[in-house]
């Protein structure tokens, strides 16, 4: 049964970082992303990893400053964030899927999701 696991938010003041883990279990995934949903907003892609052709994509919003990486002996996906604004605060959700059909900002593409971890960036 595939399991997500996401690790290492906090509280940062703006202009500070913060990094992010994913670490994925059960399945053998072809993608893995990094989703976030701030109060009151719908859920929005940040970022996604294709394993089997080694491409990354950013949202607008975040890139230049958010990087994506990976530790393939751990399978874990790690989120560096830097350069944080308020309004990067919100809830992070690392998800993966088996397939990866579709487009990366649709969260309905991936089945397999963590529970969550809070970013807060000050002003």
């Known amino acids: 049964q595939g399991q997500v696991v996401e690790s290492g938010g906090g509280s940062v003041q703006a202009g500070g970082s913060l990094r992010l883990s994913c670490a994925a279990s059960?399945?053998?995934?072809?993608?893995m992303g990094w989703f976030r949903q701030a109060p009151g907003k719908e859920r929005e892609g940040v970022a996604v990893?294709?394993?089997?052709?080694?491409?990354?994509k950013y949202a607008d919003s975040v890139k230049g400053r958010f990087t994506v990486s990976q530790d393939n002996a751990e399978n874990t996906l790690y989120l560096q964030m830097n350069s944080l604004k308020p309004e990067d605060t919100a809830m992070y959700y690392c998800?993966?899927?088996?397939?990866?059909?579709?487009?990366?900002?649709?969260?309905?593409?991936?089945?397999?999701w963590g529970q969550g971890t809070q970013v807060t960036v000050s002003s």
């Open positions: 998800a993966a899927d088996r397939n990866c059909l579709g487009s990366w900002t649709n969260e309905k593409n991936f089945h397999y």
């Open positions: 990893r294709y394993f089997r052709t080694d491409i990354t």
């Open positions: 059960g399945y053998t995934y072809y993608c």
